[in-house]
């Protein structure tokens, strides 16, 4: 049973505009998330992370907000660039190994 | 650059030969880790190393599968008899002790025939 979930496979978005990304999890114990965005033909390359301590974190173009009563993230890519175009997981750590939700495809149109 | 190196980055093989990957981890970190990842899905966990000791292994590591990090450095990941079901891309990634960030390396291709 997947304990990190994407329920949107792929997501299209026009330049300069917001993209946001979705995550849920199951075990409201989890209390570090991480965000890896994967080019083909590439390892996964970490994005950015929360601490459930916080609600939100930033890093330039990129937010992860955090809702621990929902179980719920988001990645918000603002604005957006084709060269964001790739697929993002997002994960959070089980002992020493993470876990990962499926991925979430993102397009940004020209 | 002193990233996750990989190699071979592409292998085909048939169906019953063995295989090894092997895996350079950014210098500094004590951590190593395997992950396969399929079509359409998140990278699984394999294994892990702490300088040379194995400490963790995935249910998914069958009999056929066997890693090593003998001087705490580099590591190999040996499939023995593969299988069509095999066929995945194989990443490693490698952190420091204290952190959840890992960084993974360009990862191997396999492709069972």
């Known amino acids: 049973d997947q304990q990190v979930k994407q329920n949107s496979p792929s997501l299209s978005v026009q330049e300069g505009r917001i993209s946001i990304l979705n995550c849920d999890y199951t075990?409201?114990?989890?209390?570090?998330f991480l965000w890896y965005k994967k080019y083909p033909a590439e390892g996964p390359t970490f994005l950015i992370s929360?601490?459930?301590?916080?609600d939100k974190n930033e890093d330039g173009r990129f937010t992860v907000f955090l809702n621990k009563s929902a179980k719920h993230l988001s990645l918000h890519i603002v604005p957006s660039q084709p060269g964001d175009s790739a697929v993002y997981f997002c994960?959070?750590?089980?002992?020493?190994?993470?876990?990962f939700g499926g991925g979430t495809r993102l397009m940004v149109k020209p | 650059d002193t990233g996750v190196s990989q190699d071979p980055r592409h292998k085909i093989t048939k169906r019953g030969q063995n295989v090894t990957f092997r895996c350079d981890p950014i210098?500094?970190?004590?951590?190593l880790y395997w992950y396969r990842q399929t079509l359409g899905q998140g990278p699984e966990f394999l294994t892990y190393?702490?300088?040379?000791?194995?400490?963790?292994k995935s249910r998914l590591l069958s009999d056929r599968f066997s890693a090593e990090r003998p001087k705490g450095s580099f590591s190999t990941l040996e499939i023995q008899r593969t299988e069509q079901g095999d066929s995945a891309m194989y990443l490693c990634?490698?952190?420091?002790?204290?952190?959840?960030?890992?960084?993974f390396g360009p990862g191997t291709r396999l492709t069972v025939t």
């Open positions: 929360i601490s459930s301590i916080k």
């Open positions: 075990n409201s114990m989890f209390d570090y």
């Open positions: 210098s500094e970190h004590n951590r």
């Open positions: 994960a959070t750590p089980l002992s020493r190994m993470l876990t």
């Open positions: 990634a490698s952190s420091l002790v204290n952190s959840y960030e890992q960084y």
């Open positions: 190393f702490q300088n040379e000791a194995q400490l963790e």
